[in-house]
Nanobody, 113 residues
Framework: QVHLVESGGGLVQAGGSLRLSCVAS????????MAWYRQAPGKQRELVAA???????HYADSVKGRFTISRDNAKNTVYLQMNSLKPEDTAVYYC???????WGQGTQVTVSS
């Protein structure tokens, strides 16, 4: 059984930083790409960032230069470092294992102006 558990969300002022973590279990983590998505109220879920098993990364244009995705295979964990946060970054952030379409439960990020 695959489980993805996110943590690290919270309330932060504009310009601040947060680091999200997603711990995976029940899967050979190192062999899989991972991704972060987000969904704001009234909007569709969107891809924020992805990282391949080899460490190649991809970012949505809206977060390039501010967010960094990384992984620690020894800890079965993928991270999303979010800097220079903006109110429009407010959303529920989800971790996803694309290969098998598994999702975490989400963690709320709220950025106040």
């Amino acid at each position: 059984q695959v489980h993805l558990v996110e943590s690290g969300g919270g309330l932060v002022q504009a310009g601040g930083s947060l680091r999200l973590s997603c711990v995976a279990s029940g899967v050979i983590f190192s062999a899989n790409a991972m991704a972060w998505y987000r969904q704001a109220p009234g909007k569709q879920r969107e891809l924020v960032a992805a990282i391949t098993d080899g460490g190649n990364t991809h970012y949505a244009d809206s977060v390039k230069g501010r967010f960094t995705i990384s992984r620690d295979n020894a800890k079965n964990t993928v991270y999303l470092q979010m800097n220079s946060l903006k109110p429009e970054d407010t959303a529920v952030y989800y971790c996803r294992l694309p290969r098998w379409d598994y999702w975490g439960q989400g963690t709320q990020v709220t950025v106040s102006s």
